[in-house]
Each structure stands twice: as C-alpha cells, then as structure tokens.
C-alpha cells in the first residue's frame, strides 16, 4: 500500500516570504498523481496543484510550483509571495495512475502566515 | 464551488443511532468517493462507487455501508454510532473510474458528525 508523509505538522512564514512544504511518498508504480490539496478553515478541500509522475517537468501554478524528485519519492510545495488567504492545512496527496480507490493523504502541514 | 453537494452539513446524535449522509456528484461524473476526517486519524479513505457498483474499499468498519443510486446520487449509513464516530464525512467524485485524465477528484464542503 501507498504512503503520504508530511514531516512538517506546522509552519510559520512571514507574509511575502517563500515556503516549502515537505512531502515523500512510498510506491512501488511507476506510474502515478500527485497532489496538493488546501483546506482553509471553511475546510473545503482545494485543488491547488497536481504532478504527473510521467512528467519530468515540474508542475506551476501562479505562486505555487512543485519540486518534484521521482526517484527519491519526494513531492514538495513552494509557495512564493505568501498571502494571508494561504493560511490553512495543506494536505499531500498519491494516487496510482490507474487507481481506482481515490487518493491517499499525508496528515497534512498546518501553514501560518503572520503579518 | 466544486459541484459535489453533501447534506447535512451539520449533524448532532446520540450514541447508538444511525444517520445518512447524503452526496450529489458534480454533473457527469460517475465515481463517488467517501473520506473521514477526524483530528488523530487525518483524511482516511472509506469506499467508492462507480456508476451505481463499489470499485474499492478502504478503513470502513462494518457498521457503515453505501450505495449509489440510478442518479448516481450517494448515501453513507452509519450505525450503531460511537464517540469515536464524530469526524467530517467528505464525499468526492470524479469523471471516470480513475478521475479520468487529470486523476483529480472534486471534494463537497463536507458533512460534520457529532456524536454525543
């Protein structure tokens, strides 16, 4: 079975800084998603950023990018330019390319932003 | 918005009852999703139907089942509730089986259960 670990259960950024967020995962595929999902105190579940692992390039949202290592099963997010709206609990998410039983989660990075 | 509708939002019962959650996929879209969420065990995947049949099924204990209707709408039963029950119940869906070509599946607000 897949494994999603964040190491991080809080960090704290200045507003304007940059921020990562630490992500590895355990898999056995080759083929396969990633996500992060961003849960703000509402605690809708939001989309903010998803990876093919068949890609090599390294998927970028606006202020969010990725660093995505294949090989060492590590997946994580920069935020650059952070806003107080960003503050929330960022979940990492796995799922198998051809998966069939949703995605996986890490236990999530709570991320402040202080003013 | 994502699309995906859940009722209640807010829910309050007693130990040994039994309640239904309910979840409308987003339009066109045959696979529902059902994820826990409590404080000491994160978002655990619970089971998932696509197009009326269950494909997969995760930590879900045996006093809660589901199905999916002919309108591909969802419904969580949990019985014989429990303390440890109380959690956020979120429904997801996606296109296909395997969230189509973006694997991404689109989460509902949620369902908040609180047993007493």
């Known amino acids: 079975a897949q494994t999603v670990t964040q190491s991080q259960p809080e960090m704290s950024v200045q507003e304007a800084e940059t921020v990562t967020l630490s992500c590895t995962y355990d898999t056995s595929e080759s083929d396969y998603y990633l996500f992060w999902y961003k849960q703000p105190p509402s605690r809708q579940m939001i989309l903010v950023i998803r990876q093919e692992a068949y890609k090599q390039q390294n998927a970028t949202e606006n202020r969010f990018s990725v660093n995505f290592q294949k090989a060492a099963k590590s997946f994580s997010l920069k935020i650059s330019d952070s806003q107080l709206g960003d503050a929330a609990m960022y979940f990492c998410a796995y799922r198998s390319w051809g998966g069939a039983d949703g995605l996986t989660f890490g236990k999530g990075t709570h991320l402040i932003i202080q003013p | 918005d994502s699309g995906v509708t859940q009722t209640p939002k807010h829910l309050i019962t007693a130990t040994g009852q039994r309640v239904t959650l309910r979840c409308s996929p987003r339009?066109?879209?045959?696979?529902v999703y059902w994820y826990q969420q409590s404080l000491d065990q994160g978002l655990q995947f619970l089971i998932q139907?696509?197009?009326?049949?269950?494909?997969a099924k995760g930590n879900i204990l045996e006093r809660f089942s589901a199905q999916q209707f002919p309108d591909l709408h969802s419904e969580l039963n949990l019985s014989s509730l429990e303390l440890g029950d109380s959690a956020l119940y979120f429904c997801?869906?996606?296109?296909?089986?395997?969230?189509?070509?973006?694997?991404?599946?689109?989460f509902g607000e949620g369902s908040r259960l609180t047993v007493l």
């Open positions: 139907y696509y197009n009326g049949e269950e494909r």
């Open positions: 997801a869906s996606s296109v296909g089986l395997a969230g189509g070509n973006t694997g991404e599946l689109f």
């Open positions: 339009s066109g879209d045959l696979s």
